[in-house]
Structures are given as structure tokens and as C-alpha cells.
């Protein structure tokens, strides 16, 4: 069992930045592949970037590639989405989710466990 809780979200302008982060329980966590998904309003949600339990491998959506890095630390427990260059359009809710599975990492039905969202709102 695993429990995800985020954090890090907030009010920013357009170009700005913000450390998402999501704290892990459960003394299995270093066995699961992280990911971050996000739902704007009125859309479903998406995915934006995954990580191997061993941290070598990395997945991002074409949208935020180059702007957005995932990256976890497994003595803390914490997953981190550090968010560069935000746009308007990145403005959404933000979901740490965990999977022990290895393929089709950005289909949500994959991933078992999720945590409640932390807000990103990017203003113009």
C-alpha cells in the first residue's frame, strides 16, 4: 500500500516556475515507477512525466518536454515535477501517481495508486 500526498502548487506568471513535490508511505515505494498526470478544466486528464524506480529511465509528454524534469528521492520518499517556462495552458491540477507496472506508463488505468492533486494555476 502506498499513500501519495502533493504539494508545491500555486499562483504564477506566465514564465515562471514551481517545484511540485509528493510525499510517499509505505515501505515499498522504491519498487514503483512514479508519474505525474495533470486535468485542466473541462479536460481529461493527461499525462505529463514518469520515472523508473531506478531513476534511470524518464518519460515526458511532448508538451512539457524541455520544460518540466521528474526526479525522486528514495531515502526521503518524495518524487519531485520541477516546472520551468510555465505557460497559461499548463494550468491544472496535478496528480502523483504510483505503478509497479513497466509499459504504457502514460495510460492512467496503469497506475494503482494516486494522490489528491495540488493546484498550478499560470496567469498571462
Known amino acids: 500500500q502506498v499513500q501519495l500526498v502533493e504539494s508545491g502548487g500555486g499562483l504564477v506568471q506566465a514564465g515562471g516556475s514551481l517545484r511540485l513535490s509528493c510525499t510517499a508511505s509505505?515501505?515499498?515505494?522504491?519498487?514503483?515507477?512514479m508519474g505525474w498526470f495533470r486535468q485542466a478544466p473541462g479536460k481529461e486528464r493527461e499525462f505529463v512525466a514518469a520515472?523508473?524506480?531506478?531513476?534511470?529511465?524518464?518519460r515526458y509528454a511532448d508538451s512539457v518536454k524541455g520544460r518540466f524534469t521528474i526526479s525522486r528521492d528514495k531515502v526521503k520518499k518524495v518524487v519531485y515535477l520541477q516546472t520551468n517556462n510555465l505557460k497559461p495552458e499548463d494550468t491544472a491540477v496535478y496528480y502523483c501517481?504510483?505503478?509497479?507496472?513497466?509499459?504504457?506508463?502514460?495510460?492512467?488505468?496503469?497506475?494503482?495508486?494516486w494522490g489528491q492533486g495540488t493546484q498550478v494555476t499560470v496567469s498571462s
Open positions: 501517481a504510483a505503478t509497479t507496472e513497466q509499459t504504457e506508463l502514460i495510460r492512467e488505468a496503469r497506475y494503482d495508486y
Open positions: 509505505g515501505r515499498t515505494f522504491s519498487s514503483y515507477v
Open positions: 520515472i523508473s524506480w531506478s531513476s534511470l529511465r524518464t
